[in-house]
């Protein structure tokens, strides 16, 4: 998601490359690129006029980069303004909020630039090119299908969510409405012990792997920092989570509303 002059808040991934820096180790690097791939936004510098700033999907944003002693460019991000106001760039310079697919986007098109340096003037992690790359990859790969799989004896609290993401729920309508065959779907908020995400479940008829995927992809550039996960209405603990909540979609009124207007 792109977003023009607002902030971001990034503990946890700051106390995360704070302890890399003591006591590296495979755990940690693996936690380090969870929040980095799917769950944080970063700030960048940018340069935008006002046409610019109305037109939030620019794709010829000028953004400033670093470039090092050997004459390599790097695009920076920054997890928080208090990171960023390391630069020593002039405050009244637009600044934008990126996620991970936006920089991975913005680099591999761009074959001058080598990667990305998180927080350079801090605790600093670098991406190169090659690695953003792989990470696209593995990204894409493990969103194709995102069902939920719950471990024996886990706790789990399910709940009405206090804030609907509504941009997302549109989005997941309109690809429930091109697909055709989705039924009902419901919103849940899921916490466990390890996360919190959303939880989608879905009525539908028709091959899983091939839904999900396109529900997926729908949804991905509204998640922001949570997950979506996703179960199918004909598992029983689907069945019991849905009882005494409403459907945000459901076939048969999409089709009333559409025959009425």
């Not at 990470?135 to 804030?163: D, G, Q, T, Y």
């Amino acid at each position: 998601m792109i977003n023009i002059n607002e902030t971001t808040e990034n503990q946890k991934l700051k106390e995360l490359l704070k302890k890399m820096y003591e006591d590296n180790n495979p755990k940690l690097e693996n936690e380090i690129l969870e929040e980095i791939i799917m769950k944080v936004n970063f700030l960048s510098y940018v340069n935008l006029d006002e046409t610019e700033k109305e037109n939030k999907n620019n794709k010829n944003t000028n953004f400033n980069v670093l470039t090092t002693d050997d004459n390599k460019i790097y695009l920076p991000a920054f997890t928080d303004l208090e990171e960023l106001s390391k630069w020593g760039i002039p405050s009244n310079m637009d600044t934008i909020t990126l996620n991970f697919d936006n920089y991975a986007g913005i680099i591999l098109e761009n074959e001058n630039i080598e990667g990305l340096v998180i927080n350079p003037f801090g605790n600093s992690y670098i991406l190169s090119r090659e690695w953003l790359k792989e990470l696209k990859a593995m990204k894409e790969e493990r969103l194709k299908v995102n069902e939920v799989r719950l471990e024996v004896n886990s706790k789990i609290l399910l709940e009405e969510p206090k804030h609907y993401p509504t941009m997302m729920m549109e989005a997941i309508k309109e690809c429930c409405d091109n697909l055709g065959n989705i039924n009902k779907a419901w919103l849940l908020e899921m916490l466990t012990e390890k996360d919190k995400s959303w939880l989608l479940i879905l009525d539908f008829e028709g091959d899983r792997n091939y839904i999900f995927s396109k529900i997926s992809q729908a949804a991905r550039n509204y998640l922001g920092n949570m997950y979506l996960d996703m179960l199918p209405y004909e598992d029983d603990f689907a069945k019991n989570a849905v009882i005494n909540h409403k459907t945000f979609y459901n076939k048969n009124l999409a089709f009333a509303r559409f025959f009425i207007y």
